[in-house]
């Protein structure tokens, strides 16, 4: 087992510097001059020359292209991935900063989604009422069909405008994190319910299934006890990419709701070019997806006896 | 993401189910050639050809039509899911048929009408018409969306294919690099896209489509995998056919298919983004009418006006669904072969 | 019958499914009896609607299939009148079932004990503690070895057999009255198939149940059943004591479908060559060992393997890197005009033998010699020129054809890959393959969808003979179609293979068939090779202790001649 963990860290370390690489050139490769692109900021705010000229010079910038990269490898590593140029912070401390709003956002979006998700592909599987299933199977494809800032901007003028029962933008308190929350798990949602109910409906279908139920079992039993677990693991298996989604929804979420969090940071970054910032958030975004399925893998062997024992036998 | 719809209907068989005993084409078995018997025109043929075989079409093409009628029949989603589609191209390249008013210039004293018999969607802040704006906007919607697919469809493939037929370390290094890829997701890929390529609507679609590269490369090489070691290539290898008329005939023919659906998938998902990023304001400027950058100018007469923001979400909705239908009628004939 | 009153009382059974809108009948107005203790066989090939009915009776229809008209009375009550609730009470308790493929039929993320007692605490025979001892009584009762421990274990640990014994273990848990065993054995190897039969036989003659046996192989029912009820395309065509079907057959489809069984007929297909159409019918000519033309062959071998190993690397695991041993040290030769029998169950290595003389695969060590030359060796277009002249059959009917390929289009893939003649010579090639098949020439326009099994076996067949092979090698190609199907296709490959002097390398795990078709046998087992020698003396004297189980296994011996 710890042989196991260690294997799928070194393989997350080297998803991290892959990403890391494929970010650095794609930043700082593929334009030619970062350091001009980012001179060049938006229209609104100039850059300080001199802080340009800082970062060329402490990042080696105007250095060979393999030394560059070397540079700012062994940077990276101590989680130096530069300057912020939009206000002279270091991008890592930037992003740090706003974490924990988007931390708690995500964390009560992805709740929302998961119950809504399941919700919705159980009520789909097991009704028995025709139109009441339909109407749970018609929910999911509207979900991931409707653009995520439209939700947005419909739960504001609902609950924001009209009916003044949330606060339209801000962090403050929880009440401000609802709609936002919302806005973030309905295509989230959409998505579990989708691969859930795909997977429920193909295991409904399988050999054992039929064989329960010529045991005599209900159907509680049939869609509680068996088939419920095993449609499952399909599902986690894309936890990581469903929590990566979550990450690029808090972007426009957090635009919409004007709320302060790594999303907005991101739009911020990339309106003024701000390179380190946005290199940091690729980079953050591939370590939280690394963790979540490094996570998924422990959790596995215990939803799944085939992954443990066949590893322990090995065929 | 992959992502694919799914309509578990109650009537529909899986092929291969031993429920579907005795309704295929059962042998009967008397006669001098007995199992040669008529096969039953009600076979779930699929109709579909490699292009450039005309031998046959003939005798069986009318019979697949009436078939083909009767299924879609029975799918009115996916005849109005075509409807749809097929309104939106219409608008993006006669706009001029679907409105009459100018997209681009208003009347100052119809400002912020409601939807009415004269302005179907409403107007706007500077009194334009929001339908005709809409419709001269799919032009740019569409085209940016197609860009996005094209380059997603011909690296993704390309690179798929590459790994699936060569394998090796040609396989481990291309998917490795689609794996991190897959690692970042895909609207923070392409912003970071963004910041170097500029912004501007040609930009966010290149974006979009490297963003979609790594499904693509993922189907493909599955594509090419399954076709590669399916009983009928090594049938053709053994009967000493060339590899590249294997790649030719079977491979890429048969891998099509879901390729095909995926397309209509990132489609629909493209045209997300794409509308995501221009809300965000990375889009052409205005007074450019591109979808998101449309429901983007409502926002401030959230209270004032709701249609501004309401509408053009609908039909970026509708247009998304009717691609992401469309994808599934796709993917289902490929489920229905084994 | 006896004046008792049956337990089950089928009368006039009508079930329908309905597949994209359109209603099919697939049992029309069956009617049978199953009395208390008895084991009645139903025997029909694919679509005669034998598991339609099993399921009938048991209301595990799929949701498209409806039962439209007849009663089935169960122990003197109406079951079309049960609501879902006693259904539940039903199944399990009164009538259970043990299914077609065992492989798939267990939860694989429960344990195996606790799906047997499953069985019992569903219906409050037992509580959780009890039952769960009761399960490993049950195991061991139908041989699982080390019960104790087999029942904590996972579905995947367990080999095909083995969970077949655990779902004969699940269905009589509860001491049903009647047992469905729905083609309980045909996912499984011959032997296994065979003490899967003796363990459901002692255990159900043991507590007095009733079997209703569904199965395809006319043999297994002779070998098992009290009476036997003959189906066709939804009809029962033939109803009676097993003596009576077998020894005095009624109906046409009887006699035909005793005919096809290879169990029930060991003879050496020979084929009439009058004018090359065949009038042969299975058994109606034939020699005892097939003498003459082995002495012929023995001149000069065609294909000469020698010390075959072939080693797969498995991936890496903690203990370091793995390879199994899927062929050792096999020496074989296949003369011309001659047809060797490779027979093996599942995992002998007889595939990858196959394969390897196919030069499909490259032997770790060893060579493979065909006509004098060095398959090894060959490479590029020399290796091309030699595919030429050995060509292969595949088991799938359904695999073998590109489904986006026209009958016309594969048959005359070889020959177009080779660049053979004009277009309109390979035309006319492709027409005279399809009737040298007994296709009707305007099959060609077909795709793979609109033909059956059979059908598309011949396309793999004509395929195969495009080029003019002197070897073919058949896959087990004909494992996969029903018994008259599959004596229809083995009557034309002896047929073809006097016509055009093929020699054949017929794979195959049912020995049975082998008997009908080869000259030679070769016995392969865990990789290698156990025996090999004339087919008369292989299967009638075997040296190998394994040769005569594998002869023991095949269904339907008992009645032979």
Known sequence: MIRFIGRRLLQGAFVLWAAYTVSFFILYLLPGDAVSIMASGDEQNA????????????????????????????????????????NGVSATAAVAEVLPETIKLAAAGFALAVILGSALAIGAAFSRNRWLRQAFAALPPLGIAVPTFWIGLLLLQFFSFRFRLFPAIGNDGVASLVLPALTLAIPTAAVIAQLLSRSLHRTLGEPYIEQIRAKGASDALIHFGHALRNAAIPTLTMLGILVGNLLAGAVVSETVFSRAGIGRLTVTAVNSRDIPVVQTLVVLAAAIFVLTSLLVDLIYPLVDPRINTARRVSV | ???????????????????????????????????????????????????????????????????????????????????????????????????????????????????????????????????????????????????????????????????????????????????????????????????????????????????????????????????????????????????????????????????????????????????????????????????????????????????????PGVVIAAVVLATNRLSHAFANPERNRT | MTGTQPLLKVEDL????????????????????????????????????????????????????????????????????????????????????????????????QRVGVQVAEALTIHRLEPRKVARQSAVRLLAESGIPDPETRARQFPHQFSGGMRQRVLIATALAASPRLVIADEPTSALDVTVQRQILDNISALTAERGTAVLLITHDLGVAADRADRIIVMRSGDIVEHGPVANVLGNPQHAYTRQLIAAAPGLNPRRLRPAVAGGVSTDVPGALSDPAGLPRAAAAAAEPLVVATDLLKLFHLPRTAKGPKTLTAVNNVSLQIGRRETLALVGESGSGKSTVARLLLRLDRPTSGSVHFDGVDLAAARGEQLRQLRRRFQVVFQSPYASLDPRFSVADSVGEPLRAFGEGTTADRRARVASLLEAVHLPATYGARQPVELSGGQRQRVAIARALALRPDLVVLDEAVSALDVSVQAQILALLAELQAKDGLSYLFISHDLAVVQQISDRVAVMRGGELLEEGPAGVVLERPAHEYTRELIAAVPGRGRQG
Do not use: C
């Open chain 1, 47 to 86: 850059v300080d020359p001199a802080l340009v000229a800082r970062l060329r010079s402490e990042y080696g910038l105007d250095r060979p292209l393999p030394e560059q990269y070397l540079i700012a490898l062994v940077k990276a590593l101590q989680l130096d991935f530069g300057i912020s140029i939009k």
């Open chain 2, 1 to 311: 993401m992959p992502q694919q719809l799914v309509r578990p209907s109650p009537a529909q068989t899986r092929p291969g189910d031993p429920a579907v005993e005795g309704t295929g084409p059962v042998p009967t078995a008397s006669g001098p050639a007995p199992d040669v018997s008529p096969a039953s025109p009600g076979t779930p043929g699929t109709g579909r050809r490699a292009p450039g075989r005309a031998a046959g079409v003939g005798r069986a093409a009318l019979p697949r039509l009436a078939a083909a009628s009767r299924r879609l029949g029975r799918a009115p989603g996916l005849v109005l899911a075509g409807l749809v589609l097929g309104v939106v191209v219409l608008w993006a390249v006669v706009p001029g048929a679907f409105s009459s008013w100018p997209p681009d210039t208003g009347v100052p004293t119809d400002r912020l009408q409601p939807p009415s018999a004269a302005h179907w969607f409403g107007t706007d802040s500077l009194g334009r018409d929001l339908y005709s704006r809409v419709v001269h906007g799919a032009a740019t919607s569409l085209a940016a969306t197609a860009v996005a697919v094209g380059v997603g469809l011909v690296a993704g493939s390309l690179l798929g294919l590459l790994a699936g037929s060569l394998r090796g370390w040609v396989d481990d290094a291309i998917m490795r690099v689609m794996d991190v890829l897959l690692a970042i997701p895909s609207l923070l890929l392409s912003l970071a896209l963004i910041t170097v390529l500029g912004f501007g609507t040609v930009n966010i679609a290149i974006a979009v489509g490297v963003a979609s590269v790594a499904n693509f490369a993922r189907i493909m090489r599955a594509e090419a995998l399954r076709v590669g070691t399916a009983v009928y290539v090594e049938a053709a290898r053994s009967a000493g056919v060339r590899w590249h008329t294997i790649l030719l005939r079977h491979v890429l023919p048969n891998a099509a298919g879901p390729v095909l659906a995926l397309s209509a998938l990132e489609f629909g998902m493209a045209v997300l983004s794409i509308s995501s990023l221009s809300f965000l304001g990375f889009g052409a400027p205005p007074p450019s009418a591109e979808w998101g950058s449309l429901v983007a100018g409502g926002r401030d007469y959230l209270v004032a006006a709701w249609w501004l923001v309401t509408l």
């Open chain 3, 14 to 109: 009508r079930v329908s499914y309905r597949v994209n809108g359109e209603t099919t009948e697939a049992v029309h107005g069956a009617s049978f009896e199953v009395h208390a203790g008895e084991v009645v066989a139903i025997v029909g090939e694919s679509g005669s609607g034998k598991t339609t009915t099993a399921h009938a009776i048991i209301n595990l229809l799929p949701a498209n299939a409806s039962t439209d008209a007849g009663s089935v009375v169960f122990a003197g009550a109406d079951l079309a009148k049960l609501t879902r609730k006693e259904w539940q009470g039903v199944r399990g308790k009164e009538i259970g079932l043990i299914p077609q493929d065992p492989t798939a039929a267990l939860d694989p993320l």
